[in-house]
């Protein structure tokens, strides 16, 4: 069962540090977010930003925000299995193995 999503705002953020504080719409403390909990927007948080997120518990058993997006920003593909999910990369890599085989043929005759 995966985590329901949590809504807030991103109240602080330490751009040289990567790192920032999420105000929770529900009133809660506080939550730290670190820029890692955001793979694969398209761009960095600014404050003020509308954040949905999961909580976590890190090493030290404070709350962290994880697999978190950028309300209305686009989330961009993973760069090193992108291509193999799309149907145009499946089709590249099909024709590369045909231009692969013929190749081995007229070479081994």
């Known amino acids: 069962m995966t985590k329901a999503m949590i ?30 909990a955001l793979k694969g927007t398209s761009r960095r948080p600014v404050t003020g930003d509308v954040i949905y997120y999961q ?32 149907n145009k990369g499946i089709m590249l890599i099909a024709l590369g193995l045909v231009v692969v085989a013929i190749i081995a043929v007229v070479l081994l005759q």
């Not at 705002?9 to 670190?34: A, N, Q």
């Not at 518990?57 to 993973?78: H, P, Q, T």
């Open 7 to 36: 809504k807030g705002v991103l109240k602080t953020w330490k751009e040289d540090r990567g790192f920032g504080f999420i105000s929770p719409d529900d009133g809660g403390k506080d939550i730290f977010i670190h820029i890692s």
């Open 55 to 86: 909580s976590a518990r890190d090493n030290r058993g404070k709350y962290k925000a994880v697999n978190a997006y950028i309300e209305g920003i686009e989330i961009l593909e993973d760069k090193a299995t992108g291509l193999l999910n799309s």
